[in-house]
């Protein structure tokens, strides 16, 4: 008789599983001009909250001025295991100011958040 493994069938297992082996939570620091400088840059947390993207920018480190992006809502099954990443480097509006860049794990697209000088604005993806 094989012993019966109620861990492994069961969906808070999975769900922790799904956890450890696909983090939905991500920080990066980045100097992006919003009140930031290389020793007080902006820190930022990605989220994916039940299939939310969400993004909290704290600016030059002050939780004070913290604000949210809401982004795109994931559909699908798994999406909201599905890790969210982000990167500063492409300038999707060509305006030489680092642009909030969102990456869905599983998708070629990238989410552009155009940088303003002083917050990020409305999205642009990109092909």
Do not use: W
């Given at each position: ?5 109620i ?15 696909y ?7 980045a100097?992006v001009?919003?009140?930031d ?9 990605a ?7 969400l993004?909290?920018?704290?600016p ?12 795109p ?6 999406e ?13 509006n ?5 642009d ?11 989410i ?9 604005t ?6």
């Amino acid at each position: 008789m094989k012993p019966l493994n109620i861990l492994s069938r069961s969906k808070g297992y999975r769900n922790l599983a799904g956890c450890l082996l696909y983090p939905r939570t991500y920080q990066t620091d980045a100097v992006v001009g919003h009140g930031d400088s290389a020793t007080n840059p902006s820190h930022f947390i990605a989220l994916n909250l039940n299939g939310q993207v969400l993004v909290i920018e704290i600016p030059g480190g002050n939780p004070a001025k913290a604000q949210v992006y809401i982004g795109p809502r994931l559909f699908g099954a798994g999406e909201d295991l599905a890790p969210v990443t982000l990167s500063f480097e492409e300038d999707c509006n060509g305006d030489g100011k680092p642009d909030l860049n969102i990456h869905i794990a599983g998708s070629d697209k990238i989410i552009c958040y155009p940088n303003n000088g002083k917050t990020f604005t409305t999205t642009q993806q990109q092909p």
